[in-house]
């Protein structure tokens, strides 16, 4: 297939974004099931393809490595694929290249959430992140601040403090499909 030049709304594909813990594979997972379409966990992938965990690909193959992985991964399905739900890992929207292409290629969604919030998080995934390995919860704060500038260049934004996943991933299917609805009223995408 070539670059997805001027496709319809409902055929794009849906990219999350956010920090890491933000709920990108979590909500990903369950707005995917509820609107029947192939789900894509970029982290996944890398680790599936390189059969080894993200933390072990950090460790081998360096940091720089693994960002030209994801960006080439996620670059390539924005351009080749449609109607996939895409949930990206915390840093690489950090790419504009990366960027780009999903701007381009997808409707983001970028999950936010306070960082009061987000620390009780902390226990659910600090093993996991190498990123967040050995750095302070002072620098922690500094990374998740700093990085609120590129994942708020996006087409809309939930916000997930207070709300469970499944409720979040309800709110995103209302919001997609009253704005197909409004965009791209009586048709479907098998038009
Ligand atoms: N809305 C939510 N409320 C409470 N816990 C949540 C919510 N969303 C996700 N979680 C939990 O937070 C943890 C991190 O979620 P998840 O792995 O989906 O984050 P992520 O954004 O994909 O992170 P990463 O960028 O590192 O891939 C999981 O244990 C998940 O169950
Ligand atoms: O925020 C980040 O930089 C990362 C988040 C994870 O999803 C993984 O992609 C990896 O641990 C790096
Ligand atoms: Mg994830």
């Not at 399905?77 to 701007?103: F, H, M, P």
């Not at 919030?117 to 704060?141: A, G, T």
Request: aromatic share 8%.
């Amino acid at each position: 297939m070539t670059e997805n030049i001027d496709i319809s709304i409902r055929e794009k594909n849906i990219a999350f974004i956010g920090f890491m813990g933000a709920g990108k594979t979590t909500i990903g997972q369950l707005v995917a099931k509820k609107l029947y379409r192939d789900f894509i966990d970029i982290d996944e992938e890398i680790e599936r393809i390189h059969q080894m965990p993200i933390s072990q690909i950090f460790k081998e193959m360096g940091e720089a490595s693994f960002r030209k992985m994801e960006r080439e991964l996620i670059v390539s399905l924005c351009k080749n694929t449609r109607v996939k739900i895409l949930s990206l890992g915390g840093g690489a929207y950090l790419q504009e290249e990366v960027r780009k292409a999903c701007l381009a290629n997808c409707l983001v969604f970028f999950l936010d959430l306070s960082w009061e919030s987000w620390k009780e998080r902390i226990p659910l995934i600090i093993d996991s992140r190498p990123i967040l390995q050995n750095k302070s919860l002072d620098e922690i704060e500094e990374l998740f601040l700093n990085r609120r500038s590129a994942y708020n260049i996006h087409h809309s934004r939930i916000t997930t403090s207070e709300l469970d996943a499944e409720s979040v991933a309800d709110q995103i299917v209302e919001s997609l499909k009253l704005a197909w609805d409004i965009y791209e009223p009586n048709r479907s995408i098998f038009d």
